[in-house]
């Protein structure tokens, strides 16, 4: 279930962002192999404790979730990482020197849950290190896109040596999405839902920040970064993201032109099923906003 491929890219990081030289991903659900998800960061108290995921997005920034930074502590980034426990001959670690929080980011609906995080210097770009693309503005993810979420978060308890985590979801619809979680949440247009209606297979606690990629031709792109849920897997209760193509010109802005990230635009083939739900399923459902 691929999209086609849109020429609206950046040409700084485009040559090299999406690349997962060792990656033939075609299940989910299990542990990630070495490399395939290079632009996966574990972002770490000074003490080496592991507390959420981050991507990179050029050489010196990574894209994460705002809610994970709610202590003005020392943080570490490491990239490369496989697992969290013992050897990683691929890993190379820098410091935080500044997150940047969207202005508009709200700690109590979620909305708007995005920080660019700085690295101390920038990191070298191989098979283990590596951007991802990013969703350009006007991308499309329609339901039913396939999509993977990486990350080192809870498996009650993820079982030593903690190696990085994979799944396959599917896109969920806005509407449907605001239907399933009803009077829970507000689903707005900021925010990106995937999941599978049976549930068991999504993302979880310590997973916040970590991104959730589709493959459009050669490239992995970003569509969304790990925000909240009601619950873990919980069927009709998907996770909900917070939409990457909705922030290209705040991210341009803060990384620059001479280093800007590789924005391509994602576009999905066919209707959206989600525009399908009718105006007494909505009604049924309670106020729900429209993407």
């Known amino acids: 279930m691929l999209a086609h491929f849109s020429a609206h890219v950046s ?21 990630a192999s070495l490399g395939d998800w290079p632009w996966q960061a574990s972002l770490q108290f000074d003490t ?3 507390f959420c995921g981050a991507s990179l997005i ?5 894209l994460s979730a705002a809610h994970c930074f709610i202590r003005n502590i020392p943080i570490t980034a490491v990239l490369g990482l496989q697992s969290l426990e013992g050897s990683n001959p691929n890993n190379v670690s820098r410091s935080i020197v500044e997150v940047i929080y969207h202005p508009n980011y709200n700690p109590i609906s979620y909305d708007n849950d995005v920080a660019l995080v ?35 978060g809870k498996i009650v308890p993820l079982p030593s040596p ?18 399933d979680f009803k009077s829970l949440r507000k689903i707005t247009d900021n925010m990106i839902c995937a ?7 999504d993302a979880c606690q310590g997973d916040s920040g970590s991104p959730m990629v589709s493959k459009q031709g050669s490239k992995w792109i970003q569509s969304g970064l790990v925000s909240f849920g009601q619950g873990c897997a919980r069927p009709k209760l998907p996770g909900v993201y917070a939409r990457v193509s909705q922030y290209q010109d705040w991210i341009s802005n803060y990384t620059g032109n001479d280093n800007l990230p590789g924005f391509v635009t ?26």
């Open 118 to 152: 700085k690295l101390s210097s920038p990191v070298p770009f191989n098979d283990f290190i590596g951007p991802v693309c990013l969703a350009a503005n006007g991308s499309t993810f329609l339901t039913g896109i396939e999509s993977w979420v990486t990350g080192w």
């Open 58 to 62: 050029n050489s010196e920034w990574l």
């Open 11 to 31: 040409l700084c990081v485009f040559s090299v962002c999406g690349r997962a030289v060792l990656n033939n991903r075609i299940v989910g659900g299990q542990e």
């Open 162 to 179: 903690k190696n990085l985590m994979e799944v396959k979801v599917s896109v969920v619809g806005n509407r449907q999405c605001g239907c």
């Open 195 to 201: 999941g599978l209606r049976e549930g068991g297979k």
């Open 266 to 291: 994602f576009t999905s083939p066919g209707t959206d099923p989600d525009l399908e739900l009718c105006s007494i399923q909505l009604f049924m459902c309670g106020p729900v906003v429209d993407s």
């Open 48 to 50: 080496g404790k592991y």
